[in-house]
C-alpha cells in the first residue's frame, strides 16, 4: 500500500495519490534467473499478467491542449508490465548454529506494457469531460505511468522483499542452492 505520493512538475503536471493499493502482484511468471553465488545474488525478470491498482487522486495536468483535473477515485489496469529485480542475500546466523537466507530489500525496475486509467469525478463529475478526460490520459497512458513509476516501484519491492524472505525462512544457503 502506497499511503501518500505527491508529484508536482509545475502548471502542466500536478498530481496526489493516496491510500494505493496494488493486487495482482503475486501472480507473475519467472522469464529470467541469473545467479552470481560470488555477490550472494539473483537477477530476476518477471511478467506480471495483470495488476490491479486503486485508490483516490488529486490530479491538474495538461494533455496537448486540454486541462484535465478532478479529485476522487481512481482505477488502473497493468497489462503484461515486466518487473526486473535484483535480490541481494546474506547468511543470518541462527540459534542453532546454522546460517539462514536473509534477503536485503529488492530493488525493482518496472516497465509497463498496457495502461488504463479509469479517474472518476473529473472535471467536478461532469460524465462528458470526465469521458474526455479519461480518453485522452488513456491514449497516451505511459505519461502518467512514468510519473508514478518509483513509487510503485517502491511498494513491489517491499511485497516481492516479503515474499521473498517468507520462501526462504528457515532455510540456508545449501537448502535452497544445492551445489
Known amino acids: 500500500m502506497i499511503d501518500k505520493m505527491s508529484i508536482d512538475h509545475g502548471p502542466g503536471f500536478r498530481a496526489k495519490l493516496t491510500n494505493v493499493t496494488i493486487k495482482g502482484a503475486g501472480d507473475f ?5 541469473k545467479l552470481n553465488l560470488d555477490e550472494k545474488m539473483f537477477n530476476v525478470s ?8 486503486n485508490g483516490q487522486y488529486t490530479l491538474d495536468m495538461k494533455v496537448l491542449v486540454l486541462r484535465i483535473s478532478g479529485q476522487g477515485d481512481f482505477d488502473l489496469i497493468l497489462d503484461n508490465t515486466i518487473a526486473n529485480m535484483r535480490l541481494k542475500y546474506y547468511l543470518k546466523p541462527g540459534p542453532d548454529g546454522k546460517e539462514y537466507v536473509q ?3 529488492i530493488q525493482v525496475k518496472l516497465r509497463f506494457d498496457k495502461g488504463k486509467f479509469n479517474l472518476q469525478n473529473l472535471f467536478n463529475g461532469d460524465p462528458t469531460l470526465g469521458q474526455i478526460g479519461n480518453s485522452a490520459i488513456n491514449e497516451d497512458p505511459h505519461v502518467l505511468l512514468d510519473e508514478v513509476k518509483p513509487a510503485f516501484e517502491e511498494s513491489l519491492a ?3 522483499t516479503a515474499m521473498a524472505n517468507s520462501a526462504v525462512s528457515g532455510a540456508t544457503e545449501l537448502d535452497i542452492l544445492p551445489l
Open 29 to 33: 511468471l519467472v522469464r529470467r534467473v
Open 158 to 160: 517491499k511485497q516481492f
Open 46 to 53: 518477471v511478467k506480471l499478467p495483470k495488476m490491479i491498482v
Open 103 to 105: 534477503f536485503q530489500p
